[in-house]
């Protein structure tokens, strides 16, 4: 058991400062619960230990470093991968999706940090794949249907489109970003995981979308855990930030207690600590 | 500032722009344009040229005898490339339907011989060629070795195995005997006649069988998710695809195709001739068929009824290079030029493609 992993961080045999104290996971409102989660690939160790919660109608920033294991966490809620050990519960039901499809079918849904767009697909078959709409007697795909309410969407969310028979790989990086989110966001789901969802996005096509997530948090049935990288976004658009330091949760705050400097200070901090516990090995 | 440079447009070509928006008014070029940028436009046109080519040359060439000679060259190939393109997109290869293609006959032959009726039998041997499939998909898709390598292992040992059990002998294929009658004149079996031997036998085989998989790939969940399989495999895992069952399935249908083919020609030609060689090239020209029509072997995109028409042009090129009385050994010389030929329009063609934006 050692932290030498995550980003060089050699914290293993320090006990963690006051101020880094996750708060007690909590009652019944909590939609989503996930205690004591690990996951390694190989030697590299990406969750050490996370326990988080989400509420029920709460959009939760997740932050935390290039590599401390955001990512893993989303990837093992939505059923893509299995974690080495802990437990996740969903309405206080244990959860253990088998599948992406499965924990779609529980009303998980994701946007990945990758996208997982289909270059070779057009739009709307991206934003159908794996719910196709068929007609009721025939296995045949319906196309029309389909391009149709892809269009209702992305009308609905603001996205321009002159053309859904496309293949996304002739679209910009925003707008492939813009088609993944709006997959996700019309998929039914009541939690739904966005991993970097503004990461290609130009301010214009940013800002669309952090207005869809405060639309849709005043509608108040989905909850979200949103990574995020601009602190900023953070806090205007979540309710609540968790910070992921060295395989587990570092700091759990509602975002109207912290601040931009703070986040920078905890991170600046963490930074320090690593350099001087790497100097100290080194003089060693 | 009329000719902006090519770094200040790009921006421009992301945003929403009505380029394609005058859909109505379509020139004849465009037309022809958008007919030769489609995957299977530019093989189609070199096929009729060489159709056209070889009538003009050689007066027995469009003749329906003639004809009836070309659907022996080519209905069976196009079965087998139907499936090896399924496989292609997906971003699989599948050697072994050689193997299965010899093996399959040979199969039905100690099936009947065990006392079972005809229909049947191709019925279980298709069924065994199908849990050959379930084997080289599950070695590639679960056990995660490369399918040409998996594939390469069901091909020798199915040819191993034929010639092992068949003593490399050459057998009589039960079903296709031609009874001859009082007065003479000869008469095919009902099952032969169904199953290869009847003149458009293969033909309506081929033809229904292309359908069905083109319409599957192009109109049903299966074929959407062999195309996001074979285009990025990570996301669409990621997306929920059932990458492995997905795989698995098709190899399955490649080997089943492979076991018809296999039956049907033997029924024709009234033989089981246990013969890797004869296989092998099966195999190769199955390949070529795909290849030519238009699949990559990147996975991804590819299109069936191109590999019927592939199929057609390596049939017709065969064909015409025979009666023309072309050496055997020109052949395979011109049909390796032909299949350069036809994979280099193929690439230039897929590059005009996605710059024209021509789905
Ligand atoms: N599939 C994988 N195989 C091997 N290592 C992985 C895999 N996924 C993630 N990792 C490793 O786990 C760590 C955490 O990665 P990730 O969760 O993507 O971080 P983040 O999203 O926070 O940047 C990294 O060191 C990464 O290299
Ligand atoms: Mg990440």
Known sequence: MSGVFAGGLALADQSPPEELVVAPVSAHEDVLRVEHLAK?????????????????????????????????????????????????????????????????ELGVDVVYQDLALIDELSVYQNMFLCREERYSRLPFLNGAKMKR????????????????????????????????????????????????????????????????????????????????HNYVHVLESCDRVNMIVDGAIALDKPTAETSVLELNEIVVEQYRRARQAAQVQEVA | MIHSDPDAAAPARGEEQPRSAPRAVLSPWTLIKRFLTMREGSISVVTIALIVYFSLSIPAFFTSSNFQTLLTYFTWLAILAGGEVFLMINGEIDLSIGGVYLFAPLLFYEIVGGGISLVPAVILTILVCTGIGVVNGVVTAI????????????????????????????????????????????????????????????????????????????????????????????????????????VIRNF????????LVGIMEAVRSQSISPDPSSSNSVLLDAIAAAVIGGTLLAGGSGTIVGAFIGALFLGVLQDGLAIKGVNADYLDFYLGIAILFAMLINVYVGRVRRRTGVG
């Open chain 1, 40 to 104: 390694s690939f190989g030697q590299v160790t990406a969750l050490r230990d996370v326990s988080m919660h989400l509420k029920k109608g709460e959009v939760l920033g997740l932050l935390g470093d290039n590599g401390a294991g955001k990512s893993t966490l989303v990837k093992t809620i939505c059923g893509f991968q299995k974690q080495d050990s802990g437990q996740m519960w969903l309405h206080g039901q244990p959860y253990e999706p088998k599948s992406v499809q499965h924990a779609r």
């Open chain 2, 143 to 246: 056990l995660g070795v490369n399918s040409f390598i998996t594939t390469l292992g069901t091909l020798f040992a199915l040819e191993g195995l034929t010639l092992i059990v068949s003593h490399a002998e050459q057998l009589n294929m039960p079903g296709s005997a031609v009874s001859t009658s009082a007065n003479g004149s000869s008469h095919l079996g009902t099952f032969a006649s169904i199953f290869g031997a009847g003149v458009y036998s293969e033909l309506v085989w081929a033809v229904v069988i292309i359908a069905i998989m083109q319409i599957a790939l192009t109109r049903t969940r299966w074929g959407l998710h062999t195309i996001a399989v074979g285009s990025n495999r990570i996301a669409a895992a990621e997306a929920g695809v059932k990458v492995r069952l997905v």
């Open chain 2, 252 to 259: 399955m249908v490649c080997s089943s195709l492979a076991g």
């Open chain 1, 149 to 228: 309410e892809a269009r209702k969407v992305l009308n609905d969310i603001g996205i321009r489109l002159p053309r859904l028979d496309v293949p996304v790989a002739r679209l910009s990086g925003g707008q492939r970003q813009s088609i993944a989110v709006a997959r996700g966001v019309y998929s039914n789901a009541d939690i739904l995981l966005l991993d970097e969802p503004l990461a290609a996005m130009g301010a214009k096509e940013g800002a669309m979308i952090l207005e869809l997530i405060a639309r849709l948090k005043q509608e108040g049935n989905l909850s979200i855990i949103m990574i995020l």
